[in-house]
């Protein structure tokens, strides 16, 4: 079902979890003024949000944001939610690394004044977002949880939300989680080039055990809600029969398309 001018599709932006590329094909299937982005202040988004006119709230066709869910329910027309999760220890590396190259990010000078590593840093009981940072944002508790306190009931919220959600994507299943984008809201252009991939990460390989049992310490509910978000998709390609194929030789062949050519395309697949 495609979109329609009477509803807003809502994007559940996990960080990290490939939304950069993936917003670069949302411009091009939305106009500017029909986007609204909480910024990096989402917990001043959010607020801000409440108090916006039903006119100003009415012309929103597409929100996103690394808002905790449930800010949907402050808007007057339907809404229609997605989101795109990671494997919760990849997802975890690529923040820990993106914090290192970047010095405006709120953890930099922590990590480097004090030489943390990846354990160190965890143990420290600062970043909430590294400790089931999935589960925070998708059942609306974000920072209301200490860090190593995101409960099973906190899980299961989570999954609630996850289930009542039009798409949910991977970021390791990326190419298929766009096709089934573009069915349920008739997004006309998904081709792209990948952006923001990290330079300063090492390879797998070199990725110490130590690390990585440590992440799985702190994401252990995020684990658990990435194997739920893996069953609700293949549900969804199943229940999309074999158009799926069709629009991914599509995609292949948008891919390769110079963005002068975009706004020529016709009507979505």
Not at 21 to 44: A, C, F, K
Not at 178 to 193: D, H, K, S, T
Request: net charge negative; aromatic share 8%.
């Amino acid at each position: 079902m495609s979109a329609t001018r009477d509803e807003v599709i809502v994007f559940y932006h996990l960080p990290k979890s490939a939304g950069t590329t993936l917003n670069r094909i949302i411009r091009h299937n939305y106009r500017p003024e029909e986007m609204v982005e909480s910024g990096p202040d989402t917990q001043g988004f959010t607020e801000a949000l409440a108090t916006w006119p039903p006119e100003r709230l009415a012309a929103i066709r597409f929100l996103q944001g690394h808002f905790p869910f449930g800010v949907h329910e402050n808007l007057p027309q339907r809404t229609r939610c997605f989101t795109i999760l990671r494997d919760p220890v990849d997802r975890v590396l690529s923040q820990y690394y993106h914090v290192r190259r970047d010095p405006d990010y709120f953890l930099h000078d922590l990590i480097l004044d004090n030489n943390y590593s990846l354990p160190q840093l965890l143990d420290s009981g600062i970043p909430l977002m590294m400790n089931d940072g999935q589960v925070r944002l998708l059942s609306g508790v974000y920072t209301g949880a200490n860090m190593g306190e995101v409960t099973e009931e906190v899980l299961a919220m989570a999954i609630a939300n996850l289930r009542s959600c039009e798409v949910v994507g991977l970021t390791e299943q990326f190419d298929l989680s766009l096709v089934l984008l573009q069915r349920a809201f008739g997004w006309r252009y998904i081709g792209y080039m990948p952006v923001n991939v990290g330079h300063n990460r090492p390879p797998a390989e070199e990725i110490d055990a130590e690390s990585i049992e440590a992440i799985r310490h702190y994401n252990r509910m995020d684990a658990l809600l990435y194997e739920e978000a893996q069953q609700i998709m293949a549900r969804q390609v199943a229940n999309a029969g074999r158009s799926l194929g069709l629009r991914l030789m599509a995609l292949n062949l948008q891919k390769k398309m110079p963005d002068r050519w975009i706004h020529h395309l016709p009507g979505g697949y």
